[in-house]
């Protein structure tokens, strides 16, 4: 159980487009969902808290208008990438805290997202 | 503000060796809750372990068993008898208690078990 998805896992894109990223929960409900980014040999970096049915809670420094997130769903939210510039490129990872008694406050990660901005 | 230190940025073993990761943690909570995740190349974060901060008893599972001292602010996690696949990045993470709580990452340590 605790399974996240998220497509693409590999996007190469050309400088001025928009990405977009989605992250699922197959076989639970999750109210919050979150979007981190990582780049390579670093920890992950918080960009933002998703919360089923309301606007997401960007961690500073982090543009909410080149980064809309929308969680439309308990088991779906979805990460835009709008206008992106080589400067974009990472590793995007989503992950869903289950609300379940017992499992509450574990965020389950999905397998993440590579993208390249040419 | 909350904080996670993984002090060992890299460590390599030999297959069949055993292997602790440390972590150490601050926090003005008084309940929280504790996190190991395995990263391995293909990207992906493995949930391991989530600890309580009321429950300061140390757990095993297979080769992998976890030492949580409040005294000290660690929650250590040991493999015992390595193998070639726990070669991965280990990440420790702290969260409050709040349904608004985010995850604190430690920086990660690097495990490479060569054969």
């Known amino acids: 159980g605790a399974v996240v998805s998220q497509h693409p896992s590999w996007v190469i894109c050309k400088s001025g487009t928009s990405v977009k990223i989605e992250c699922r929960s197959l076989d639970f409900q999750a109210t919050t969902m979150f979007w981190y980014r990582q780049f390579p040999k670093q920890s992950l970096m918080l960009m933002a808290t998703?919360?089923?049915?309301?606007?997401?809670?960007?961690e500073q420094g982090v543009e909410k208008d080149k980064f809309l997130i929308n969680h439309a769903s308990l088991t779906l939210s979805t990460l835009t990438v709008t206008s992106a510039h080589p400067e974009d490129s990472s590793f995007y990872i989503c992950?869903?805290?289950?609300?379940?008694?017992?499992?509450?406050?574990?965020?389950?990660f999905g397998p993440g997202t590579r993208l390249l901005v040419l | 503000a909350q904080k996670v230190t993984q002090a060992q940025t890299e460590i390599s073993v030999v297959e069949k060796e055993d292997v602790t990761l440390d972590c150490v943690y601050e926090t003005r909570d008084t309940t929280y809750y504790l996190f190991w995740y395995k990263q391995p190349p293909s990207g992906e974060l493995v949930f391991l372990i989530r600890r309580n901060s009321f429950d300061e008893q140390n757990e095993i599972s297979g080769r992998y068993s976890w030492n949580f001292q409040k005294s000290t602010s660690s929650f250590n996690f040991t493999i015992t008898a390595s193998q070639v696949v726990d070669s991965a990045v280990y990440f420790c993470?702290?969260?409050?208690?709040?349904?608004?709580?985010?995850?604190?990452f430690g920086k990660g340590t690097m495990l490479l078990v060569s054969p």
């Open positions: 998703s919360n089923e049915g309301s606007k997401a809670t960007y």
């Open positions: 992950s869903a805290r289950d609300s379940v008694p017992g499992r509450e406050e574990t965020q389950y």
């Open positions: 993470a702290l969260s409050g208690h709040s349904g608004y709580s985010t995850l604190t």
